[in-house]
């Protein structure tokens, strides 16, 4: 993927909806996820689109049972891979707090409501407001291309299929993405805050609570 193109605004509302569905924990609707997808884009031109075709090629063949616990062990076992995305930058630490206090004040001021049960960083929701909201969305996005980066060299180097998702919404962000997994990093390490309980992107994740079958949450 080049790293100096700029966002394919043509297709990224539909490739931001298409990775939101895609990365949310597969549930008992998740055969029809994909199959959605499919049917979406696959009239759609660009190679964003085939990186989503080519997940969805996968999916639609592998037993819904072992897609959750492959979702499970990518996302929910190791902070390098984890979805909310202001771990990336603040941690357990109470800057963290004002930082999820700040995207849910522009969904409320956009007039976007999401669920109570769910952290305004998750990336499916930021990727689902931006598809219904698409300028507020993508410069949302924009303001966390780092921590977005930064998971999706995490999925490369883990060889997992969710990697095509990543690549694909990146494709879709305006501006010149970082050149390095290293300038990703750096560019999440805005300092370690006094309060921090020992963030470290490169380390292990503790294990993250699970309600029924809805993923993890926290």
């Known amino acids: 993927m080049s790293r100096s193109r700029t966002g394919n605004t043509a297709n990224a509302p ?95 001021t956009h007039g976007w409501l999401p669920p109570d049960d769910e952290l305004p960083d998750f990336l499916p929701l930021m990727l689902e407001f931006a598809a219904r909201i698409p300028e507020a969305g993508t410069a949302l996005l924009t303001d966390h291309r780092a921590a977005i980066e930064v998971l999706r060299y995490a999925l490369e180097a883990h060889r997992s299929p969710y990697a095509a998702l990543l690549q694909a919404v990146c494709r879709c962000l305006p501006g010149q993405a970082p050149a390095s997994r290293e300038e990703a990093l750096r560019l999440t390490r805005t300092g370690p805050p006094a309060e921090a309980v020992g963030l470290d992107v490169l380390g292990p994740f503790p294990a993250q609570p699970r309600s029924n079958d809805e993923g993890a949450r926290r």
Not at 29 to 42: L, M
């Open 14 to 108: 539909v490739v931001f909806q298409a990775a939101a569905l895609l990365l949310g924990y597969p549930d008992r609707d998740w055969p029809r996820r994909p199959r959605t997808v499919r049917e979406t884009v696959a009239a759609l031109p660009g190679p964003e689109i085939q990186l989503l075709l080519s997940f969805c090629d996968r999916a639609e063949r592998e037993d819904p049972l072992a897609v959750a616990a492959r979702y499970v062990a990518t996302f929910d076992r190791s902070r390098r891979r984890c979805l909310y995305l202001t771990y990336y930058t603040d941690g357990d630490t109470r800057r963290r707090g004002a930082a999820l206090a700040r995207i849910k004040s522009v969904y409320r």
